[in-house]
Nanobody
Framework: VQLQASGGGLVQPGGSLRLSCIATRATVSINRMAWYRQVPGKQREFVAAISSSGLANYAEFVKGRFTISRDGAENTIFLQMNNLKPEDTAVYYC????????????????????WGQGTQVTVSS
């Protein structure tokens, strides 16, 4: 399985971006997919996740601003990011797992075995 993330860029505060992540060469069924982000010197942090049935979970700091969605037929997830803030600046990574994770595990990156290469999001005026 290979994950390819795209859609990052430079946007002004209050602006929007839509990230995409497509899973290719998937010979297995990917159960849950997620978005994480990371800034230099800090640990990778959970942003949002979505199950194969479409149930979504979000980090508190993005609730009401970001929306994760999934096109199961295409093995693709999206992250619609609205009202972006400078503190949202980071490299955003998509991740996937074939495991049926319990809820307490979906936030920990160690439980995802597939990772994309990351896409830079910069929020600045």
């Amino acid at each position: 399985v290979q994950l390819q993330a795209s859609g990052g860029g430079l946007v002004q505060p209050g602006g929007s971006l839509r990230l995409s992540c497509i899973a290719t060469r998937a010979t297995v069924s990917i159960n849950r997919m997620a978005w994480y982000r990371q800034v230099p010197g800090k640990q990778r942090e959970f942003v949002a996740a979505i199950s194969s049935s479409g149930l979504a979970n979000y980090a508190e700091f993005v609730k009401g601003r970001f929306t994760i969605s999934r096109d199961g037929a295409e093995n693709t997830i999206f992250l619609q990011m609205n009202n972006l803030k400078p503190e949202d600046t980071a490299v955003y990574y998509c991740a996937g797992t074939v495991k049926n994770l319990i809820l307490s595990s979906i936030y920990d990156p160690v439980h995802y075995e597939y990772w994309g290469q990351g896409t830079q999001v910069t929020v600045s005026s």
